[in-house]
């Protein structure tokens, strides 16, 4: 091929997504047997509607008649929506936050694109757990640095010992994400203790401050846990995170970043951020998406749904021989494959009609990633499906 | 200081824009003198509000039962909305646009981040020409190349002797913004064609595509002309802008890539900017707002008030001696400085609480800019100070 597009681009689109590649082949099997008859446990799009309130929220403040209110405004967002979230998150968190020690975003990516472009320097390095979110890997190297994996234990807890392995001078900043995608798991506040322990002492010990950037659109989204507040394990811990799931906006793209008040360089750290939400291109979060939170900041919709097609799928893949680490958040499972190759396993389940996401597109091989933000009626006809195909490979 | 930020970053922000620090001078002045006796002429943000029909739109698409109008759709954008813009911008542009040829973006420095993103190798070139956005140098260093300025003419019309000798093989992107920000310019469709031809013959020298990247936010904000579709200077043309002028929504982040039916590689550089929207963090643009654009896409804003206010003040301006390259579009004047050093007589206008950008903060020393997106009051009451300020200098 000639060469048109940056070779860097080529060669991740040569790799692909396994999320999108699943899709792909989704939709082929969708129009060959009929969107009924086909299971798609392959995208992480958040189930029901956003609050009736959210929506009321936001024909008021389209009703506003303040003049201005679609214009810009300052890049880290209204201050008073920022003062109001703020208010919100010093109760959510047990912190004292200023609407100053946030910046409104254009979702998750958005703030996290925002904080590593802040942070890094070449080649310098962010540190994630393997499973992980794939696009991790990618605004690491936006940010002109590199991602480093470090793997969880059998159950996908955090692994202190394999993180103070993997730790250098280079490592800027770690992406925790609890509640996990893919696994479910919530992290215990001992292990995130250690792990803010270890980050400290290694931050003295280079001269350089390491940030933690907590991803945690799942939060509200937890079973019979409370996922414990990153800004409690290290006073620099950033959290970068999302409406998109408990309000069920994901096309919306509203998110922001909050500094931990007691966070080391804030003020340099604040601006240098709300510089790059500039420079990158978001500019700002998107203005009625701002003021509809602010009006109704506390308001979201129910787990209900998710706990009952948790409690479903983990029970009945369990009966037919499937291991699973039981997801104590988020909605999604995370199988052990039956057979060592996954795909192998994935094929199997196609021919099923079943849509999964083979382990390796989020860094583990062996295991699956089944999405379960469905209606318990396509859980419930899969069923039979899941069972022989596992009963074929045993 | 310590090593907190990227020194980049950090040195990008100590070099700083000049947008951004009048803006805070004028918050200065403000604050000392009352908001009423500071004339802002600083700040680009549009004039007016959202016509009704578009805000009407939104609260149609809010009422609209069909589940899951909140999610994810696809990275490009609704297929529906592609499509219905595919046929607006097909006539406006007279090319055969399908919906395929366009991605929706968070904005136009959404769009232009892509663009650039897909397109540029580590180092490769972009070429832009002054006075400039600053903002593309920051656009081009994100992808990893870098800007190249060309001067355009002392009327700000595009060069192309100058064109031609800043070309080589490491060239391409080039960036054309008609009408211009910072100098109103609309530039000829002889002058066009002649910098089509140019980059197409040099595209063929070197063996590879030179793509154009059309910014054109202020397209229908010209006077007596008709800015002329970049479209038909090069097959290579990529429309990148945003609604965020002429539906006065600039907080809102909506815009879109549109690429030539008839562009070179066509498919793969669409399918590396849907990829790019992905993984730079904007995933889609704002859900909502592609929605209500769907269905009122043809409604814009009356430019009646910025043609008032052009009138006014290049006529009052001009009268006392200053020196004005008559703007055709958008809604800026980029006077000569009546002193070598703009910043100097920057100094002199703030004196009278005049806040104007120096033509530096464009790549242009020796002018600077005035933005009218203001009531004609503030004009005729500024127009004593702007008398004052020249009178004391010249």
Same mark, same amino acid.
């Given at each position: 091929?000639?060469?048109?597009i940056?070779?860097?681009?080529?060669?991740?689109?040569?790799?692909?997504?396994?999320?999108?590649?699943?899709?792909?082949?989704?939709?082929?099997?969708?129009?060959?047997?009929?969107?009924?008859?086909?299971?798609?446990?392959?995208?992480?799009?958040?189930?029901?509607?956003?609050?009736?309130?959210?929506?009321?929220?936001?024909?008021?403040?389209?009703?506003?008649?303040?003049?201005?209110?679609?214009?810009?405004?300052?890049?880290?967002?209204?201050?008073?929506?920022?003062?109001?979230?703020?208010?919100?998150?010093?109760?959510?968190?047990?912190?004292?936050?200023?609407?100053?020690?946030?910046?409104?975003?254009?979702?998750?990516?958005?703030?996290?694109?925002?904080?590593?472009?802040?942070?890094?320097?070449?080649?310098?390095?962010?540190?994630?757990?393997?499973?992980?979110?794939?696009?991790?890997?990618?605004?690491?190297?936006?940010?002109?640095?590199?991602? $480093?994996?470090?793997?969880?234990?059998?159950?996908?807890? !955090?692994?202190?010992? +394999? /993180?103070?392995?993997?730790? =250098?001078?280079? &490592?800027?900043?770690?992406?925790?994400?609890?509640?996990?995608?893919?696994?479910?798991?919530?992290?215990?506040?001992?292990?995130?203790?250690?792990?803010?322990?270890?980050v400290?002492?290694?931050?003295?010990?280079?001269?350089?401050?390491?940030?933690?950037?907590?991803?945690?659109?799942y939060?509200?989204?937890?079973?019979?846990?409370?996922?414990?507040?990153?800004?409690?394990?290290?006073?620099?811990?950033?959290?970068?995170?999302?409406?998109?799931?408990?309000?069920?906006?994901?096309?919306?793209r509203?998110?922001?970043?909050?500094?931990?008040?007691?966070?080391?360089?804030?003020?340099?750290?604040?601006?240098?951020?709300?510089?790059?939400? $500039?420079?990158?291109?978001?500019?700002?979060?998107?203005? !009625?998406?701002?003021r +509809? /939170?602010?009006?109704?900041? =506390?308001?979201? &919709?129910?787990?209900?749904?998710?706990?009952?097609?948790?409690?479903?799928?983990?029970?009945?893949?369990?009966?037919?021989g499937?291991?699973?680490?039981?997801?104590?958040?988020?909605?999604y499972?995370?199988?052990?494959?039956?057979?060592?190759?996954?795909?192998?396993?994935?094929?199997?389940?196609?021919?099923?009609?079943?849509?999964?996401?083979?382990?390796?597109?989020?860094?583990?091989?062996?295991?699956f990633?089944?999405?379960?933000?469905?209606?318990?009626?396509i859980?419930e006809?899969?069923?039979?499906?899941?069972?022989?195909?596992?009963?074929?490979?045993?």
């Amino acid at each position: 091929m000639t060469e048109v597009i940056s070779k860097k681009i080529a060669d991740y689109m040569k790799k692909g997504s396994w999320i999108r590649r699943m899709f792909e082949e989704g939709d082929q099997l969708k129009a060959k047997f009929g969107k009924d008859n086909v299971f798609d446990f392959s995208l992480g799009n958040p189930m029901g509607e956003p609050p009736e309130t959210f929506k009321n929220a936001i024909r008021e403040a389209l009703d506003d008649p303040t003049p201005g209110q679609h214009g810009y405004m300052p890049n880290a967002g209204y201050p008073h929506v920022r003062a109001r979230l703020a208010e919100v998150l010093s109760r959510d968190h047990g912190v004292a936050l200023k609407g100053s020690d946030l910046i409104m975003t254009v979702g998750a990516a958005g703030a996290m694109n925002v904080a590593l472009k802040a942070l890094l320097n070449p080649g310098e390095t962010v540190i994630i757990f393997a499973p992980y979110f794939v696009e991790y890997v990618f605004y690491a190297d936006n940010a002109g640095g590199q991602a $480093r994996v470090v793997e969880t234990d059998a159950r996908f807890n !955090l692994d202190a010992a +394999a /993180l103070e392995a993997a730790m =250098d001078s280079s &490592v800027r900043a770690l992406i925790i994400n609890t509640p996990n995608n893919p696994t479910g798991r919530v992290y215990s506040e001992a292990t995130l203790k250690e792990v803010g322990r270890l980050v400290d002492r290694k931050a003295r010990e280079y001269g350089h401050p390491i940030y933690i950037l907590s991803d945690e659109p799942y939060k509200r989204i937890a079973y019979d846990v409370e996922p414990p507040s990153l800004f409690h394990i290290s006073k620099n811990t950033l959290v970068c995170t999302s409406y998109s799931k408990e309000l069920v906006i994901p096309g919306e793209r509203l998110g922001y970043i909050a500094v931990n008040p007691e966070c080391e360089h804030k003020a340099t750290l604040l601006n240098a951020m709300t510089f790059c939400n $500039r420079i990158l291109g978001f500019v700002n979060a998107p203005a !009625l998406m701002q003021r +509809a /939170l602010y009006l109704d900041p =506390d308001d979201r &919709v129910s787990i209900d749904g998710y706990r009952r097609n948790r409690e479903l799928f983990l029970n009945e893949l369990t009966g037919m021989g499937y291991e699973i680490v039981p997801p104590e958040g988020a909605f999604y499972l995370f199988p052990k494959s039956p057979v060592p190759d996954e795909v192998a396993f994935v094929d199997e389940l196609k021919k099923e009609n079943i849509l999964v996401v083979p382990g390796r597109g989020f860094g583990r091989a062996g295991y699956f990633r089944i999405s379960y933000c469905v209606t318990p009626q396509i859980i419930e006809r899969s069923l039979p499906g899941f069972k022989r195909a596992i009963d074929r490979v045993k």
